[in-house]
């Protein structure tokens, strides 16, 4: 089949609003004369049609009178981007969609050899036709930050920084259990007759066995401490294996006889309520999620960066309006032992400065956003602050939206919570693999949201900052949850939110070799923010 005229094929039903199978573009251009044909299929196909199929376009195939040398491209939308960078050939890319449906690179198998056109033109999502005029068509630049610690730090690490962080974290998250358990405080309960049903609302302060093999999990509240007994025999006994320390979750049950502890009947989370309707935005628009590009690092994957940034250029890429970055811009100094062996660029400023030039290849009308990651000139104790006011200035080229790390992003209507993602080493090392494991990033990030909980548990692997409230809990209930920083892709909906790890632009390093990470290289989820649906490019 001649690529060519299969990709104008593709273009010009994309431009008509409609999708088509392989087989139905094989056919159109097989057609003696193609141009006709098409337009006969689109005049005998239903109104309600999205995919064109074979069986719409073998009925018309020996009934074109026309000259196939009248399909030509559809016209450029009105744009500020480069035209010199939309001329830019990128035939040779090795560019893929991935399937929705799926949520590992290992999903499917990746047909490299293909060109652009035959391995995205027919697989991807059907698109909204361009019927708008182009004031209409231009980008509202709809784009609200919330819960952004950059100015608002006051913790001095004080004990009372620490007491106000997690009294403020308790009387929060309590309040998404409250009416669901009748509770009482920890000092009440102490107080109450045996072989009373009764609920408490806590942190959790200790987990331990017993010798018979049961769980006694410890809830602290504002009052107190409480004990309560998880039988092994009960069905939702492994629940406790979810369990972090310093989460607030409730247990129901009954006291025993002399009052001393609580037998559990059952465990609730804070959670996100299964009856979440997702917003979303009322034009078609996109928007490109990616993290940890690494720009400084030997490993920094050049090669990819340009074939994305020069893809954003063309026509497929024309509704993307937002690039949203989780972190990790560079590869940092002094990040871990012996990292000056692996820099290409050992200045930080330096770092940011290439950066900067390669952040210059985007689109300028694309609205851009970048929150720091653990690699990045920040404190590196979370909530991180946005960047300072000479790296801003470094960064001041594309004129991006600069914001703290985790922050609560809403664009055109859809709430999307952007977070780097270092917790996501604790939930992945403290809890079982089936629950979280680094293959499949999403279901740690599924662990953070029914802990209502950027990263519940304190002191460990995760470095945390005592402020006067805290940054870090779920207030609001995302549409779109974005993490980076474990450089694996992983996706998929919890209770109608979409989680997102975007991988990584970085190669394997040692340290990874050194803990058996494999990286996954050059992919960028691409979001519909008018449905939600997600398709994956790979430009490595």
């Not at 969609?97 to 198998?109: A, E, G, K, M, W």
């Not at 609730?268 to 993290?291: C, E, G, K, M, Y």
């Not at 604790?426 to 499949?440: G, R, T």
């Not at 949201?449 to 460990?460: M, N, S, T, V, Y």
Request: with cysteine.
């Amino acid at each position: 089949m001649p690529s060519e005229l299969s990709a104008r094929i593709v273009s010009a039903l994309a431009q008509h609003g409609y999708n088509a199978d392989r087989e139905a573009v094989t056919l159109l251009a097989g057609a003696k004369y193609p141009n006709t044909a098409l337009e006969e299929v689109l005049d005998l196909i239903a109104d309600d049609t999205l995919r064109i199929t074979a069986a719409d376009v073998r009925p018309v195939i020996d009934s074109t009178p026309s000259d196939p040398s009248s399909i030509t491209e559809p016209a450029n939308k009105d744009s500020t981007r480069d035209n010199n960078a939309q001329d830019q050939s990128i035939s040779d890319q090795k560019t893929e969609y991935l399937p929705s449906q799926s949520n590992s690179p290992n999903d499917v198998t990746p047909d490299l050899d293909s060109s652009p056109e035959q391995t995205t033109g027919a697989s991807q999502p059907p698109q909204k036709a361009h019927t708008s005029t182009p004031e209409t068509n231009q980008s509202v630049n709809s784009f609200d930050i919330n819960g952004d610690i950059t100015g608002r730090s006051t913790g001095t690490g004080s004990y009372d920084d620490f007491v106000s962080v997690f009294r403020d974290r308790y009387e929060r998250l309590s309040s998404h259990l409250r009416s669901r358990v009748n509770h009482r405080p920890t000092q009440a309960i102490g107080s109450m007759s045996g072989e009373t049903d009764t609920a408490i609302i806590g942190l959790v302060n200790d987990i331990r066995s017993t010798k018979n093999g049961h769980w006694i999990v410890e809830l602290e509240d504002t009052t107190g401490t409480f004990p309560c007994l998880v039988m092994k025999d009960r069905s939702f006994a492994d629940v406790v294996n979810e369990l972090l320390f310093d989460e607030c979750i409730a247990i129901e049950g009954t006291l025993s006889g002399d009052g001393e502890i609580l037998f559990a009947n059952d465990i609730h989370f804070p959670d996100i309520p299964h009856n979440h309707t997702p917003n979303t935005a009322d034009r078609h628009v996109q928007a490109a999620l990616i993290s940890d590009i690494h720009v400084g690092s030997q490993e920094f994957v050049y090669d990819a960066w340009e074939r994305f940034a020069a893809w954003l250029h063309t026509d497929e890429a024309d509704a993307i309006e937002y690039l949203l970055i989780a972190g990790d811009m560079v590869e940092g100094v002094g990040v871990y032992p012996d990292q000056d062996d692996e820099l290409d660029i050992v200045d930080i400023y330096a770092q940011y400065e290439t950066f900067a030039e390669h952040l210059k290849s985007v689109p300028g009308d694309i609205e851009i956003l970048l929150i720091p990651g653990n690699h990045d000139a920040v404190r590196l104790a979370e909530p991180q602050p946005g960047f300072d006011d000479e790296l801003r200035s470094i960064m001041s080229a594309h004129d991006a939206r600069i914001s703290g790390n985790p922050s609560f992003v809403t664009i055109e209507g859809v709430q999307i919570l952007m977070y780097h993602g270092v917790s996501l080493d604790e939930v992945i090392a403290e809890l079982p693999s089936p629950k979280a494991n680094y293959d499949e990033p999403h279901k740690a990030m599924y662990q953070l949201l029914k802990k209502r909980h950027i990263a519940p548990q304190f002191g460990e692997r995760t470095r945390l900052a005592p402020e006067d409230s805290d940054y870090l809990i779920i207030d609001e209930i995302p549409d779109v949850f974005h993490t980076g920083h474990v450089h694996k892709l992983g996706w998929g909906k919890y209770h109608d939110v979409l989680a997102v790890n975007s991988g990584c632009w970085q190669a394997q390093t040692a340290f990874q070799r050194s803990v058996n990470i494999d990286p996954d290289v050059g992919y960028a989820p691409i979001i519909d923010l008018d449905t939600l649906e997600m398709t994956v490019r790979k430009f490595l």
